[in-house]
C-alpha cells in the first residue's frame, strides 16, 4: 500500500526538494525518506511555524508522488544526459541552476562532493540517504504555502523526523484533497520561502552554509 510521509521544512530554499525545470527532487536532507519510500509514495513537506516568512504551520510546501527512485550513483550518471541542470553550477546568474542537487561526483569511484548548496559537514547525512526520489507530480507552493483542510491537520508535526505509520488513516484524505484541487500538477507555484545569497562572481565552493543534515538550515535573503 503506498505511504504518506511528512516532514517539517525548517527552512525552504529551493534545493531539497528541488521542484525546477519541470521535475521535483529530493537528493541531498531526509535520508530516512529517502533510503524507504518507494514508487507511488507521496512525500509532503510543512511549514515550520519559524520560517522565515512567518508561522507556516499547517501549510502544505510541496507534495510529491514518488514516480523513480534511484542511486545516488546512478542519479549521478544519468543527471549528464537526463538532467544535466542538476549539477550544480555555482558561477550561473540563475538560482534554479545553482541550487542543482546532484552535488556528488561518483565517477571517481568513491563520491566527492561538487561546489554547492552543501558542505563537508552533510556529506555523511546526504549520502546515508542512500536514493534519490524523482517526481513529475508534484505541487511546489514555497512561500505561497496552502493550508491544509481541517482533516488533514493530524498529519502536521513541528519536530524533527517524519511520520508515514501515522499517516495511513489520512492517505486517502490527502490523495483525494490534492487530486481534486485545481492545481496543476509539476508547476511551481511560489517561490523557496528562503533564496540562498552567493558571492558575487564567486558562487559558493560547498559549506557556505551552515546546515545540519536536516534542520537549522541556515538562510541568506537576497535583498
Known amino acids: 500500500m503506498p505511504r504518506l510521509f511528512t516532514y517539517t521544512i525548517p527552512v525552504d530554499d529551493g534545493a531539497a526538494p528541488n521542484p525546477f525545470f519541470g521535475m521535483c527532487s529530493l537528493a541531498i536532507c531526509k535520508p530516512r525518506i529517502r533510503r524507504v519510500a518507494g514508487v507511488g509514495d507521496w512525500v509532503a513537506g510543512l511549514g515550520s511555524r519559524n520560517a522565515p516568512s512567518g508561522d507556516l504551520s499547517g501549510h502544505l510546501v510541496y507534495a510529491m508522488r514518488v514516480d523513480e527512485v534511484l542511486p545516488m550513483a546512478d542519479y549521478d550518471e544519468q543527471a549528464k544526459n537526463r538532467w544535466p541542470h542538476r549539477i550544480p553550477k555555482p558561477q550561473s546568474r540563475a538560482m534554479e541552476e545553482r541550487l542543482g542537487d546532484c552535488i556528488y561526483d561518483f565517477s571517481h569511484g568513491m563520491p566527492r562532493q561538487r561546489p ?108
Do not use: M
Request: with cysteine; charged share 20%.
Open 116 to 223: 554547492g548548496v552543501h558542505g563537508p559537514g552533510n556529506l555523511e547525512a546526504d549520502l546515508g540517504g542512500e536514493n534519490v526520489l524523482i517526481s513529475r507530480h508534484f505541487y511546489y507552493f514555497g512561500r505561497n504555502a496552502v493550508k491544509l483542510p481541517d482533516g488533514l491537520n493530524e498529519i502536521c508535526h513541528q519536530t524533527q523526523g517524519h511520520r508515514s505509520n501515522a499517516n495511513i488513516p489520512y492517505y486517502s484524505i490527502f490523495e483525494k484533497w490534492i487530486r481534486e484541487s485545481d492545481w496543476e500538477r509539476g508547476q511551481v507555484y511560489g517561490w523557496p520561502d528562503c533564496v540562498v545569497k552567493w558571492s558575487a562572481g564567486e558562487g559558493c565552493k560547498g559549506g557556505c552554509e551552515t546546515r545540519t543534515a536536516d534542520s537549522g538550515h541556515a538562510c541568506f535573503v537576497d535583498s
